[in-house]
């Protein structure tokens, strides 16, 4: 079935330091895909919308300079999480859907941010 | 806006018993779809089941099951014959399709956390 592939899955980094996550579906292709974060014991939020050749879509909240975007193909969407701080740390998530209306997305095994 | 409501955050059963987990959600769309998804330890992300809101007749996935009440905008998942490798989270979502008949992203409930004990 359809996979998405997220890295890193585990990233401990010093404060100040730019982290880049990338999200590839490795059998499909997908227009659009989903970035969302998680904080420990909590529920997914939905950061941002990544479309490809467009301009990404944040949610309301979601610093656009501090969480950069990038959809550069049909199978590869990167989250970069510029400069960051303590606050920053928490679980990151990707998905993607197969693009019929209604069928499950396909989700990234996720990456943990721990910013010192 | 819609909203998806799960009022237990935290549930035990005995191994082999049955469990239901409660969801609700807030609406105004006629057509939408409904997932539970399972997220254990390694916090991986698992469909567990999905049912679609045009469709009467509830979803069933081997041991579990849901109870999709549209009207009273429910959507409750049981789980039979409960086994250890139940233990996790889990989050009901809902997802309206997005502009042009694709998919929209996913809402997410606050999650139960369910413990199957031996």
């Known amino acids: 079935g359809a996979v998405v592939s997220q890295h890193p899955s585990r990233v401990i980094c010093k404060s100040g330091t730019s982290v880049k996550i990338e999200c590839r579906s490795l059998?499909?292709?997908?227009?659009?895909m989903f970035w969302y974060r998680q904080f420990p014991k909590q529920s997914l939020m939905l950061m941002a919308t990544?479309?490809?050749?467009?301009?990404?879509?944040?949610e309301q909240g979601v610093e656009k300079d501090k969480f950069l975007i990038n959809h550069a193909s049909l199978t590869l969407s990167t989250l970069t999480v510029t400069s960051a701080h303590p606050e920053d740390s928490s679980f990151y998530i990707c998905s993607a859907p197969t693009g019929f209306a209604g069928q499950p997305q396909h989700f990234g095994d996720g990456t943990r941010l721990s910013i010192l | 806006a819609q909203t998806v409501t799960q009022s237990q955050p935290e549930m035990s059963v005995q191994e082999a018993e049955t469990v239901t987990l409660s969801c609700t959600y807030d609406?105004?769309?006629?057509?939408?779809?409904l997932f539970w998804y399972k997220q254990p330890p390694s916090r991986q992300m698992i469909l567990v089941i999905r049912q679609e809101a045009y469709k009467q007749q509830n979803a069933t996935e081997n041991r579990f099951s849901v109870n999709f009440q549209k009207a009273a905008k429910s959507f409750s998942l049981k789980i039979s014959d409960s086994q250890l490798g139940d233990t996790a989270m889990y989050f009901c979502?809902?997802?309206?399709?997005?502009?042009?008949?694709?998919?929209?992203?996913?809402?997410f409930g606050k999650g139960t956390k369910l413990s199957v004990k031996p």
């Open positions: 609406t105004s769309e006629s057509n939408y779809y």
């Open positions: 059998d499909f292709q997908a227009t659009t």
């Open positions: 990544s479309n490809e050749g467009s301009k990404a879509t944040y």
């Open positions: 979502a809902f997802m309206k399709p997005s502009t042009g008949g694709s998919q929209g992203n996913l809402i």
